[in-house]
């Protein structure tokens, strides 16, 4: 499964880990994903989201983010 959020369609971004001679080699910085389960109109629904989506959704609810991401379920 790609690492990926369900509902904001964010991935994980490339860097440089740069050395001390100053040297560059690419990595990745990835995501902080969780596998939660969310009540959607009576029905669980599992989803992996971001601590950020998580901490959104406790805020404005569930069917505002579903709506300002434009997601259907």
């Not at 669980?44 to 300002?68: A, D, H, Q």
Request: glycine share 4%; net charge positive.
């Amino acid at each position: 499964m790609s690492r990926i959020d369900q509902i904001t369609k964010r991935t994980g971004k490339v860097a440089n880990n740069v050395s001390h001679s100053k040297r560059r080699t690419k990595t990745r910085k990835e995501l902080n994903l969780q596998t939660k389960k969310i009540q959607l109109n009576g029905k669980k629904i599992k989803l992996r989201v971001t601590t950020k989506t998580l901490k959104t959704i406790s805020k404005l609810g569930i069917e505002k983010v579903l709506k300002k991401y434009k997601v259907k379920f």
